[in-house]
Each structure stands twice: as C-alpha cells, then as structure tokens.
C-alpha cells in the first residue's frame, strides 16, 4: 500500500466510518472474533461485489495457514479497504483476525505491525496505534506510509504541530501533493487556512498524482473552502473529486453534509439514494428526507433503521459511532440533552471539524455551558476558521 493509499483509506474510514469514538474515558471495545467458523454474525454482501468474494476466498486459504504472513497481510488490507466502503466495521474484525498471530506480539514484522496500527486507528485505539506507529519509526525512521498514519492520528487528537513535524519529514518520502496535503490538513485547522488552501490548490494544478492522491487532496480543499465560507470554490472541490470516486463513502458523506447546509436536501437525497448499508450515509440520507414533505414515508423507515443501529451497537459494546448518533439524537430525534452527552464523549476522543461542530450544535441546543465553554476555549487556542461552528458558538440559542 503506497504513502497516499495509506492516507486516502484512512479518510475513507474515519471518519465515515468514520466516525468512531469511544466513550468518555473508557478504552476501545474490541471487535467481537468468534471462536468458531459456523457462527453466522450476518450475511455480508460477497455475492455483491466480487472483491469481497475474493476476500472470502483468502479467509479460506488463510484459515488453511493462519502463520502465512504473505497471505494474512493481503486478507487485512482487504478487509481495511471493505470496511472503507462498506462502512461495515466488523471487516476491521477481520483484519484483526488476520493478524492474530501477531496481534499480541511485542516485535512483530514491519508490514504486520503497520497494519495493526491501521486496525487500532480504525477502532479509535488511537493510544495503541501510536504506540505501535513510534515502535516502528524509531526502527525505519524513513516509513512514509507509518510518518503520514501518525500524522492524521495526531492532526484528529488536535496535536497539530506533531503532525506537521511528522508531514515535513515526507519531504524526501513522498509525492508533493501528498505532503502538502498532509502539512494542509493540520495547519488549516491551526490558524493558517488561507495558506494551506492556497498551497494546497497550487500543489493540485502540477500533474504526475495518481487519482486517489488528487481526490484525497480535492476532498481536503473542498473542506477547507467550505469551512472558510467559500461555497463556490468547495463545490467545485466536491465535484472534481467526485468525478474521481462516486462510491468514496467519506467524500459521499462531506458533499452530502455541504448540500444540506445549502438548504439543498433533494440533491443529497439523491446523492445518498444507494448509500443506506453505511450509518454515516444512512444518517445524511434521513435528514435529507426529513426536509421532504414528499419523502415523510421513507423518512419514517430511515429513523427507525439509525435507531436500531444504534442500539444494537450500544449492545455490543460497539462505540464507534457517537459522532453520528449525537447528530441522529439532536437533529432527528430532538434530544439535546442526550446529543450534548454524546458529543461530549466523542470530543474526549476525536477533535476533528466534525466533533466541534456537533459539540457546538448540542452546546447551543441543551444551553450546556460547560459544552459551550470548550466550544470557546478550542476556538481560541487553536484559531480555526469554522463559519458554522463560529456561528453555533455566537449565534443565540434556537
């Protein structure tokens, strides 16, 4: 897996999956693994796609010979990406079963340990994935993929200039679209967004990336100029990058989440109309449906499907969707006071644009000061440009 496919699934995952977050203070609950082949958890979509039908037929062989390090790292790389596009988290327990001999393992084989950490950052064990991610850049300080894997667990807890420390040292590691977008990333967030727009708009005019290095980057500028209060500029971003990748689930998610700020929930309907297997997108597609007179029927389906969701993964332990349910409990549901407890707990975890401004819009909501005050404190100390969250922060409680 290249430096930019490394940083492109993660973008893919997060946060759409995600999402992810963990609750306030508690560690990670571990994927459930079955002990026995025969347990049936749910019919997962291979007859769909031959990929995944693929990925079935390596399980196969890796059961054969789970110590075969060559083909256990196909078969969790594999179900990283299926978990990217699906939105299914339980591929990430396939990953980790993949990787069992070596899961527990104090020096395990460079590519097995790289490849922990994309499972634990995926899980939101960010502590275990840095853990893992400094054992393998103090032995190969010159590991583009696990440099640029750090980089974005460090710019999502809000360490902004770790990760740009980490994003310089790809100077010589990787391409300059790649390394820009990663310096971007984090330095957009930290008072300079206008100059990491501008570098990273500048980088995407050279040509010689591969196409997911280029959507990656045009997701990223779409981001940035929309949080600046350029729609145009954004709107362009999203749809260059959707020419690229219509199916990248997180591009899905940020252009729909654009369209409904427009007021524009027809076009996000639409966009998300095959999108209901993955929470996030199920999420946006219901409160697009929700400013629809005419899809009240389908919206009503779509509610009480998030809210099975949530509460079957509340059962299993499975805390990596707060985000996502905080916005289900305050924009759908119209419950402030548990959206802002939610937020809360996702915000002890995660700090990306995301989390502040469902903190921010639960804040407002419930009229929770002390939710407010770390809404104002973050905007303070880090100096980000966030027209939305600005606003929710300033505006008068609806």
């Known amino acids: ?6 940083a492109s699934a993660w973008r893919k995952l997060g946060v759409a999956l ?14 459930y693994l079955p002990t026995d ?3 049936v958890l749910e ?11 693929e990925l079935k037929r390596m399980r196969v062989a890796l059961k054969a ?6 083909i256990a790292l196909i078969v969790a790389r594999r179900s990283i990406e299926a978990a990217r596009e699906t939105g299914d988290p339980r591929f990430l327990g396939q990953a980790q079963a993949a990787l069992a001999p070596w899961w527990s393992a104090a020096d395990p084989p460079a590519a097995a340990l790289l490849l922990r950490a994309t499972v634990r950052q995926s899980q939101h064990d960010f502590a275990g994935a840095l853990a893992d991610l400094d054992r393998l850049i103090t032995k190969r300080p010159g590991d583009g993929q696990a440099l640029l894997t750090r980089a974005t667990i460090l710019t999502v807890q809000g360490r902004y200039a770790d990760a740009q420390r980490d994003c310089a040292r790809l100077l010589r590691l990787a391409s300059g679209l790649v390394t820009t977008a990663c310096l971007a990333s984090a330095s957009s967030l930290h ?16 040509a010689g990336d591969t196409a997911d290095a280029r959507e990656w980057a045009l997701t990223l500028a779409a981001e940035i100029a929309w949080r600046r209060g350029d729609a145009a500029a954004a709107e362009a971003h999203f ?3 959707l020419a690229l990748d219509s199916r990248d689930g997180y591009l899905l998610g940020a252009y729909a989440d654009f369209l409904l700020d427009r007021n524009r929930a027809r076009e996000a309907a639409t966009l998300l109309a095959g999108g209901t297997r993955n929470d996030a997108l199920l999420l946006r597609l219901a409160l697009a449906e929700k400013a629809l007179p005419d899809r009240r029927s389908e919206f009503a389906v779509h509610r009480q499907q998030l809210a099975d969701r949530f509460a079957a993964a509340k059962q299993r332990g499975d805390t990596l969707h707060l985000r996502e349910e905080a916005r289900f409990r305050l924009d759908i549901e119209g419950d402030a006071s548990a959206a802002v407890a939610l937020a809360l707990a996702n915000w002890n975890v995660q700090r990306e644009p995301a989390d502040l401004r469902i903190l921010a819009a639960a804040a407002r909501a419930s009229g929770d000061g002390e939710a407010g005050r770390i809404v104002a404190a973050w905007l303070a100390s880090t100096r980000i440009e966030d027209a939305a969250v600005v606003a929710l922060a300033g505006g008068p409680a609806r």
Request: proline share 7%; net charge negative; charged share 20%.
């Open 37 to 39: 082949d025969s347990v």
């Open 239 to 241: 749809r260059e990058a």
């Open 18 to 31: 995600a999402a992810a977050v963990s609750m306030t203070g508690a560690a990670v609950a571990a994927p």
């Open 65 to 70: 010979d789970p110590a075969n390090l060559d």
């Open 191 to 206: 008072g300079d967004a206008a100059g990491a727009y501008r570098g990273l708009t500048q980088a995407l005019l050279r």
């Open 1 to 6: 897996m290249s430096v930019m496919q490394h």
């Open 43 to 53: 019919r997962l979509p291979e007859k769909l796609d031959p990929a995944l039908g």
